[in-house]
């Protein structure tokens, strides 16, 4: 069983910054992907960023601004987000995909207010 946990999230002004984090525990394997995805009110989930081996795909929306990185050795999945925007706003979660199933955190909340 693998289990999830995001922190990080917050209040921040248009242009600030945050780093959001997801301690992953239970059976992890480093080959498998972690991305991060964010919900907005109203609007479907979306991928934002994803890692597999190292190599990294973010969203055009986000291209530039965010960075996705992983630390294998703490199980532990990171999104710095700079020049956060006010349509960054949404509930951020992790994901981690085993090729059998994919497990979610449970989301935190990052609003960026104009």
């Known amino acids: 069983q693998v289990q999830l946990v995001e922190s990080g999230g917050g209040l921040v002004q248009a242009g600030g910054s945050l780093r959001l984090s997801c301690a992953a525990s239970?059976?992890?394997?480093?080959?498998?992907?972690m991305g991060w995805y964010r919900q907005a009110p109203g609007k479907q989930r979306e991928l934002v960023a994803v890692i597999t081996s190292g190599i990294t795909n973010y969203a055009d929306s986000v291209k530039g601004r965010f960075t996705i990185s992983r630390d294998n050795a703490k199980n532990t999945l990171y999104l710095q987000m700079n020049s956060l925007k006010p349509e960054d706003t949404a509930v951020y979660s992790c994901?981690?995909?085993?090729?059998?199933?994919?497990?979610w955190g449970q989301g935190t909340q990052v609003t960026v207010s104009s």
């Open positions: 239970g059976t992890i394997f480093s080959v498998n992907p």
């Open positions: 994901s981690y995909n085993n090729r059998l199933r994919v497990y």
